[in-house]
Structure formats: C-alpha cells, structure tokens
C-alpha cells in the first residue's frame, strides 16, 4: 500500500475526488484536446453498457493472456466509450473490459467521446453490421 501527501491550494472546491488507475498512471490526469476532444478517464466498469456484449463471445486465451499482461504491467490501451447524456456505452476493448471484471477490477481507463442519441444509434447499426460481416470471413 502506498503512502501519499495530498496538498491542496487556500481555495474552496465544488467537487474533489481520488481515484487510481490499472496501469499505474498519475490518478486524475485526463488528456483533453482544447476543441472537446477525446477525454482519458477511469469509470467504474458498472457504469459502462455493453449494447453488443450477447452478440458476441470472447476469446478466453486472449482473456487470460490480458489478466497477466494488466497483473503485471496494467492496462496499456484504453477502451473507447461515447458519452451520451452522461451515459457511458462500450463498442470495443470486449475482452480488455472482461479481464477488467474476472480480475476484480473496479474501473477502467477510459477515452470518452461526447455523441448525440443519433450519434449512439449510427454507432450501434455500424458495430453490429462489422460484427456480421467479420463472421463471413473464414477463421485461419
């Protein structure tokens, strides 16, 4: 366990939190471009929704292989969540968010994109019309 001085400046806060990460970067730190870009956040893995998460079926060897890799070195790659009406919903990083959970992992490192309704829906068919499609094709 790791001890640590929090310093705060003379002013008063609307809202403080801490948080820590799986990948061992600087808790707090989000990156952000200036137009309202993408942002890097860890969220809770309860407050993320899987829409596609029935339709498909993970690759327990790359599971597994993850929960090592995060035991040893921590998440290296964020998963990709839109943000709409403060509702956060995954398309990708499926298997990197199930060792997340068989690891008993609370968050996950998170790049935010704010959408709209319309946004989330063209997301939705899109992710779904890729998945079919990537079964046609012969596995090797």
Not at 11 to 17: A, K, N, Q, V
Not at 23 to 29: L, Q, S
Not at 45 to 66: F, G, H, S, Y
């Amino acid at each position: 366990m790791a001890n640590f001085v929090l310093r705060l400046p003379a002013t008063s806060f609307r809202s403080f939190s801490i948080s820590a990460s799986s990948n061992g970067a600087v808790p707090g730190r989000s990156s952000c471009t200036q137009n309202g870009g993408p942002v890097i956040l860890e969220l809770p893995l309860d407050k993320i929704r899987r829409p596609l998460m029935r339709t498909r079926a993970n690759d327990q060897n790359k599971v597994k292989e993850l929960i090592d890799s995060i035991k040893e070195i921590g998440l290296q790659v964020p998963i990709d969540v839109l943000e709409v009406d403060g509702v956060y919903y995954g398309f990708s990083g499926c298997h990197r968010y199930e060792a997340h959970q068989r690891l008993g992992l609370p968050t996950i490192r998170c790049k935010i994109r704010r959408g709209t309704k319309e946004t989330l829906r063209l997301t939705c068919i899109t992710s779904a019309e890729s998945w079919d499609a990537m079964q046609s094709f012969p596995s090797d």
